[in-house]
């Protein structure tokens, strides 16, 4: 895991969940059991002294305008024109859409398979969610609200998932088996439409919410460095009829957890910390 999530977290591995005018129907895939995946020299400890890191990720200053783009097909399905969600920033400041993570833990909790697949959905020619994390070789349900047919990506050159979406209230599962950073985009005249999957093998990663607050549990006690990424908002031209944005800001911190405590710590985003990483 290592070595390639820090080159992908600045390259940006592209998963392109494309959209198709062929009308015919794809079966879906069967349901995969997923296998075990753990980091390289990651140890399973107890958990019974484990605190927990908690904070929110705020915006500071002036925000920028958001743009929108024109929807160039499928508008009956799709509406005229639908706002960037490369940047949401909620009433009270807080951004949503983050991925705070522990860098490289080397102990802790075993990465729990999920009682449900993580549920990717298009709806309304958009993914939902927009941003999530999942476990290496985890199920993932995607499914599509729209009459839109959908096919499938790859991750650095090679398909990683085969799915098909033709038709509203269409389904397929699909699994990623490595760790990395996935982004699912369509790009068959829904520029727009993109959405990030965080792809782990430990558990020690989460999503801020609405209002930018975040919360990592289980976390045994000792000394951390903590990571926030976020997508990058500014708009700096197209590609193949998508826009393109800055470069992903990354920000970091080193924490230290006390037994059966909570360790609280914030960040702050502004339009100066685009600027900064560049595009």
Known sequence: MRGGYERSIVIIASLLVACSEDPRPTPSAPPV???EAAADGYRLVELGDA????????????????PSFDARTDRDECGASHPSRA?????????????????????????ERPAQPVTVSREGCRFEPHVAVVGVGWPIEFSSADDVVHTSGTLDGRRVL???LPRAGASAR?????????????DAGHGWEHAWLRVLDHPYAVVSDEDGRFRISNVPPGQY?????HEGWLVTGTRAGRPTYSNPVILHRTVSVSPRQETTVDFELSQQSAEIAGG
């Open 162 to 164: 085969d799915l098909g």
């Open 87 to 111: 940047l949401r920033v909620s009433g009270r400041g807080g951004v949503a859409d983050a991925v705070i993570e522990i860098v490289s833990p080397s102990a802790g909790g075993a990465l």
């Open 33 to 35: 059991e997923p296998v």
């Open 225 to 229: 460095a903590l990571r926030v990424w």
């Open 51 to 66: 605190g927990s890191i908690s904070g929110q990720l705020r915006w500071t200053g002036e925000l920028p305008a958001i």
């Open 174 to 186: 699909g699994r990623v088996r490595e760790p990395g950073l996935v982004r699912l985009a369509c």
